[in-house]
């Protein structure tokens, strides 16, 4: 057998794949999984956002407030503790002095950590959130907090909102970039 049939016989074989086409074909398919995953994804949340329904008492969290008589024992640790909430936002929503709790004073405990805002004439949602230091979405978001179908003003002066995770002094990364340019410079 000639040399030129020799090297020409393993073009042959039923299972032969050089690297030059399979690269290619790794790489559409690779492109393939992508596109599907991207559109399964796409449609999931279309599916989501058009067809999901859910009853708000199913969430786990309560609409409004409560009030609760302090008892004899309680502390502000304990008494977040048992409502799953941060003892700052008992402290901002009853404007508890220095001194603390006494027994029989009766508290208003809000549905979930963070602040209870009266909107005032001219306030945005976006006002609010970058009051109390969080992203606009999560007022948005939050399932009690009712809104106008009105775009413009989505809210109300008067209307109270629930501002999960916002709290009365945010720190904000410009307030610390100030304190330490100034602390540079003096």
């Not at 775009?151 to 109270?160: A, C, K, L, S, W």
Request: glycine fraction near 6%; charged fraction near 25%.
């Amino acid at each position: 057998m000639n040399k030129k049939k020799q090297n020409a016989k393993h073009l042959h074989s039923r299972f032969h794949i050089s690297y030059l086409t399979f690269f290619p074909v790794l790489i559409l398919v690779a492109i393939a999984l992508f596109s599907f995953s991207l559109w399964k994804a796409h449609n999931d949340l279309r599916r989501i956002g058009n067809y999901l329904r859910f009853d708000k008492e199913d969430l786990g969290i309560r609409e409004k407030s409560i009030y609760y008589r302090v008892q004899y024992g309680d502390t502000l640790e304990s008494i977040a503790k048992k409502f799953s909430i941060s003892i700052e936002t008992i402290m901002w929503a009853n404007d508890i002095p220095e001194s603390g709790i006494e027994n029989d004073m009766i508290i208003s405990i809000p549905p979930t950590t963070g602040i209870i805002h009266a909107v005032q004439s001219g306030e945005t949602v976006e006002s609010i959130a970058k009051t109390y230091g969080v992203d606009p979405y999560v007022i948005y978001n939050y399932p009690f907090n009712e809104f106008t179908k009105d775009v413009e003003f989505p809210i109300n002066p008067g209307q109270t909102l629930m501002i999960p995770g916002g709290t009365k002094n945010p720190i904000r990364i410009k307030d610390i970039l100030g304190i330490f340019w100034k602390r540079m410079w003096e």
